[in-house]
RNA sequence: GGGCCUGUAGCUCAAUGGUCAGAGCAGGGCGCUCAUAACGCCUUGGUUGGGGGUUCGAGUCCCUCCGGGCCUACCA
């Protein structure tokens, strides 16, 4: 048995995720998560909101409520809804948990001591109307190279050249529109890791099996002309944890907090802690998972996230951890994920644009998405959601190859025998065979998800429900049953069997079905089959059953038009 | 501008430089009748974006052109 240990990436407060989002980290990780647990490993999964920043501000203000509310809001919000997709999070915490606060203080402490912090007196945009510092892409003006009147002070979208605030012509706010901005001096914290960059670099080379999308991104920043920057870790804003050198105050850093990059990932950590305060179990706990030299050196740490959060977790992050001086728990692997559009288009959360997971639980239950997105995950380049792929999937996938081998089973089961797993008889030779071809897609199957190749994964469960049918048209029992009833009983018993194995298997991918499969079939051991053959004597002739309703209702040709003329366009 | 990824059947995707480029869906044919008009078997589809090169051998490596996407450090 392994201790692994599996965070995705936090989703922001700002608002409900799109299945872009979904797919992109939590989705992903759940699977693997209930995947290792079902292998009996000792696993911990752990997400949160990351609840900090600048957006968080301006959507509370939005709101009109006062940005604690305002998160604390949001966050049982999103977490109704993982529970909604069925996302199994050991514990889903929140960055602006006093846990956080006092490790984030405590990290920076540690850097401090370690010479690995620096401060630096920076100009930046002050807009009094505001009554707040700009970040450069909320402040907005004319584009001194093509004339663009709306270009950001980062970039001009539209000669895309890169700018600085100051470069804009009649620069305004972005939130106010007011022009009274000014260019104020202000202290900031910057975390050293240009310092770190070898170290950084002989770590990330090590990591020869992890992809080319995450690897790639990392040595870039590292190498990509003067090489890795040192990065301002600190903000002037008020919502946040207070800048301190762990408890001390840090003299200059008086109402500024840290930056919600450097705060974010530490709530991994926090969030695991949070965990053991909820379950009233004391440090040691989470400590076995993060720190080696509290019982961690035996832990596998794996991240989940979208590409476009690969560089704060294979630069920033490890370098908080590293420059600690303390042994915390590196990151093992980090599956990394493309990006998933809708329809010819981007998701988009600004926009409005494409299916949110609210909505997509108000129009179908949460396996329907599981097994789409996983099936259809981004791995090896951005990939496409329409409805039309999506209706075929499902009915087919779910409804056809699934669905109705449970019915086709239970229901001729019930017809002939009745409820209740049938005697007698014996097994033969295609039975055998069946066996031989379940071990071989099995054992594939362990290999695809151990390695997380989700959408292999996908492929080779559903070979392994294919298998089931190709099995029932030649063992034919409803031709068997006139001439040879024992045998046919042996044929149906090993069918039920078979829709046991099929809920066990499935069950990382599809929870709700499982389940339903398993009440139906009256059994509550879950245990993954060792033995293909074995398990498929699991239930005893006599075990009562229960005929299921139909597990996947198909999606229809108006329903899907339906769905797709309603989310093509704009959210309010 | 720079960097990275990507282009394979009508669609969604596979293929450590090595048999005839494979699956699923869609299309066509046959079978079955237990089942959600479901299932099974057979089958039609490809000059691997274009051009050049390296190699005994290229979807895969190199160059170039064309198309799509991402990142570029103060959105997170």
Known sequence: MARILITSALPYINGIKHLGNLVGSQLPADLYARYMRARGHEVMFICATDEHGTPAELAAAKAGKPVDAYCAEMHQVQADLARGFRLSFDHFGRSSSARNHRLTQHFAGRLKAAGLIAEVAEKQVYSNADGRFLPDRYIEGTCPNCGNPRARGDQCEECTKQLDPT???????????????????????????KA???????????????????TSIALKWLDDGDGLQDRGITRDLDWGVPVKDGEKDWPGMEGKV????????????????????????????WLRWWRKDHGAEDVRYIEFMGKDNVPFHTLSFPATLMGSGEAWKLVDYIKSFNYLNYDGGQFSTSQGRGVFMDQALSILPPDYWRWWLLSHAPESSDSEFTWENFQASVNKDLAD????????VTKFCRAKFGEVVPEGGETGPREARLIADLTTRLKSYEG?????????????????????NEYLQEAAPWTTIKTDPARA???????????????????????????????????TDWSWPGDVGAALTHLPAGHAFTTPEVLFAKITDEAREDWAARFSGIRA
């Not at 190859?401 to 086709?408: E, I, P």
Request: glycine share 2%.
């Open 167 to 193: 470069d804009l012509i009649n620069p305004r706010s972005a939130i106010s529109g007011s022009t009274d901005l000014e260019v104020r001096e202000t202290r900031h914290l910057f975390l050293r890791q």
């Open 196 to 214: 770190m960059r070898d170290q950084l670099r002989d770590w990330i080379s090590a990591k020869s099996d992890w992809p080319v999308l995450t």
């Open 258 to 285: 840290f930056y919600v990059w450097f705060d974010a990932p530490i709530e991994y950590i926090a969030a695991t802690a949070e965990w053991a305060d909820a379950q009233g179990l004391d440090d040691a706990a």
């Open 401 to 408: 190859v699934l669905g109705n081998l449970v019915s086709r």
């Open 448 to 468: 695809f998800m151990e390695a997380m190749e989700v959408r292999k994964s996908a492929a080779e469960l559903r070979a392994l429900w294919v298998l089931g």
């Open 489 to 523: 009983a042996a044929q149906v018993r090993l069918a039920l069997n078979l829709i046991r194995l099929y809920a066990v298997l499935s069950r990382p991918f599809i929870p709700d079905a499982a389940e339903a499969m398993m009440a139906a079939l009256n059994c």
